[in-house]
């Protein structure tokens, strides 16, 4: 894999986290006497040492250092290790500090990790997206759809323009039912997370807009929609846009469209957030919701892209 190498060393690496910021990453708390819970057997007492550079269990009678440790904690190999922490290191706590900060935006996503979890997706995975989401690999190549191993979770990249053409504003991954505990916890029953360091509002398909757009509420149906031509985009989160501070991104994301047509989803929770979100933007905004589909991906698995044309026709001219 091209991203190893041009990553940092396994030396330097080891050399600038301390393993204890990768136990803080998993939450398992260091006492006072340098001690915790082993996480590799039954553990009522603090077995487990741990100093910056390296843990070792009284119990299991054995030592990690920090590969080691991600490795069996993981369950992965040693160049995922490497991977794993040139992804997080930015965004491991501070040791000092017990509970974990929301990070600053670092900037966009680098494109070799992008690249890495495009090419770990397995022809199952790309099954999943043909069969629920209705993307043809085509799409998914020029997107870079990807999976990230150490997660379990689809990736989805928010380009800020042309797929492929210029920057990764953010990275939004799709949990599954495989998703590991340590993050799954932190998602409060979403389904959806961002990259630490690396997440803020965003929007999906901008490049697609043209004049007028739809605004759904729902990641992949966005893609769908991109794919059967429409002009679309999706938030990274139904509520993302919808407060003073984040309001006049949206309005720069959306300066040159005259006519949003934003399509409710049919649960009455999002459907405020929504409101809150379209509240206040220059265009012209027509909103609609599905009598009887959820949103578009649902709707599409009976219709076709014609029909739905059709159906924003009646809403008001274009
Ligand atoms: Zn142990």
Known sequence: ??????????????????????????????DENSKCLCPFHEDKNPSMLVNSEFAYCFACG????????????????????????????????????????????????????????????????????HEKRLLTDAFIDEWLLGWRPDWNAFSIPFWSGVPQKSEIDIVQFRLTEESPEFITKYTHDSKFIGLPGHNRPSLIGTHSLKDWGLLVFGTFDALLAIQDGFPCVSPNGASV?????????????????????????????????????????????VEREFVKHTDYGEYRLYHDPEEFMTEILKWGLL
């Open 1 to 30: 894999m091209g991203f190893a190498d041009q990553s940092i060393s396994p030396k330097v690496l080891k050399r600038e986290i301390n393993i204890q910021q990768v136990f803080a990453y998993f939450d398992i708390e260091i």
């Open 62 to 129: 054995r030592g990690w250092d920090v590969f080691d440790f991600l490795k069996e904690y993981l369950q992965i190999e040693f160049n995922d290790t490497l991977f794993w922490l040139n992804t997080n290191k930015e965004s491991l706590p501070d040791v000092k500090i017990k509970s974990r900060r929301r990070g600053e935006y670092r900037g966009p996503v680098s494109s070799e990790l992008v690249q890495y979890w495009h090419s770990c997706l397995t022809h199952e995975h790309r099954m999943i997206l």
């Open 241 to 285: 846009f919808s407060t003073k501070k984040t309001k006049p991104r949206l309005i720069e994301l959306l300066k040159d469209v005259k006519r949003l047509y934003v399509i409710y989803d049919a649960t009455e929770s999002e459907r405020s957030s929504a409101q809150k979100t379209v509240k206040d933007l220059s265009c012209d905004v």
